[in-house]
């Protein structure tokens, strides 16, 4: 069935350091693709998604790439702050579709 | 303004009881949906509505039952909790069919002892 896996976490970072969480799909077709950030209790809130191959969504720093080939969108950012640890969720929806499918979420900290 | 709310924000609630847990939305979206975050922070969807239709139904025990009165509210209720119904409740909308953005509630923390 369709699935996301994501790297596992917690990632522990220093302020700065760049940043790449990954993320892998398996699905039939092409789907779109979405990046949701869960800041401390609070709800899921999109950070940028991509719907078609080679696109690449960006939002506050943050970029990933639909790589059709490597069935991959990781989440990168060069240069993360405090106020980015949350933990982040990778997921995919066809077209046509009402269900998302998430990955199973990486927390992030990032230290002073 | 709330986009979507939920009630109440924490549950507390002995085995074997009822529960309900109330979500309304405010941003004029016809579809919304019910997600069940784990322990592990793992999230999957439990139930969708479109226009007060069900239209996703996972594998879910009946214990659990929504009921969408209008497109603004989406209500979870749970019967006979279980231990393992301890878990973060999400409600969350869109709009139109195929949907666009997911726009998610702040979560009900759910415990049951």
């Known amino acids: 069935g369709d699935s996301v896996t994501q790297m596992e976490g917690p990632v522990t970072l220093s302020e700065e350091a760049f940043l790449t969480i990954n993320c892998t799909y398996t699905a039939t077709g092409y789907p779109s693709l979405f990046w949701y950030v869960q800041y401390p209790g609070e709800g899921l809130q999109l950070l940028l998604k991509a719907t078609k191959a080679d696109d690449k969504g960006s939002n506050k720093g943050f970029e990933a790439t639909y790589r059709k080939e490597t069935t991959s969108f990781h989440l990168e950012k060069g240069s993360v702050q405090v106020s980015d640890s949350a933990v982040y969720f990778c997921a995919l929806r066809f077209q046509g579709a009402q269900k998302l499918v998430f990955g199973q979420g990486t927390r992030l900290t990032i230290n002073p | ?113």
């Open chain 2, 1 to 113: 303004d709330t986009a979507v709310s939920q009630t109440p924000k924490y549950l507390v609630t002995q085995m074997g009881n009822d529960k309900s847990i109330k979500c309304e939305q405010n941003l004029g979206h016809d579809t919304m949906y019910w997600y069940k975050q784990d322990s592990k922070k793992f999230l999957k969807i439990m139930f969708s509505y479109n226009n007060k239709e069900l239209i996703i139904n996972e594998t879910v025990p009946n214990r659990f039952s929504p009921k969408s009165p209008d497109k603004a509210h989406l209500n979870l209720h749970i019967n006979s909790l279980e231990l393992g119904d301890s878990a973060v409740y999400f409600c969350a909308s869109s709009q139109g069919i195929p949907q666009e953005t997911q726009y998610f509630g702040p979560g009900t923390r759910l415990l049951v002892l």
